[in-house]
């Protein structure tokens, strides 16, 4: 069992920045890949970026490519996107989520965390 607890979204103007957190419970952390995903109204949850089990490999959607980077610490349980160069349209709720697999779809995520909101005004 992995509970997934998020937080540092907020609302911040285009352009600015922000670092999301991801901490897990449990001690087999290290043991799941992790990703982020967001939603926006009306819209379907989609893909954003995921990282390897050791944090050598990464993921990202075409749309946040060299503005978004997604680490992790072993150490700590945690997993950080950090969010630059922000835009209206990345205002969502955004979600971590764990798996079992490297890299899988939407549904081969087994632990979802509850979200934060990011709103970008223009």
């Known amino acids: 069992q992995l509970e997934l607890v998020e937080s540092g979204g907020g609302l911040v103007q285009a352009g600015g920045s922000l670092r999301l957190s991801c901490a897990a419970s449990?001690?087999?952390?290290?043991?799941?890949?992790m990703g982020w995903f967001r939603q926006a109204p009306g819209k379907e949850r989609e893909f954003v970026a995921a990282?390897?089990?050791?944090?050598?490999?990464?993921r990202y959607a075409d749309p946040v490519k060299g503005r978004f980077t997604i680490s992790r610490d072993n150490a700590k349980n945690t997993v950080y996107l950090q969010m630059n160069s922000l835009k209206p349209e990345d205002t969502a709720v955004y979600y971590c989520a764990a798996s079992r697999y490297l890299f899988p779809g939407i549904p081969q995520y087994d632990y979802w965390g509850q979200g934060t909101q990011v709103t970008v005004s223009s």
């Open positions: 449990g001690r087999t952390f290290s043991s799941y890949s």
């Open positions: 990282i390897s089990w050791s944090g050598g490999s990464t």
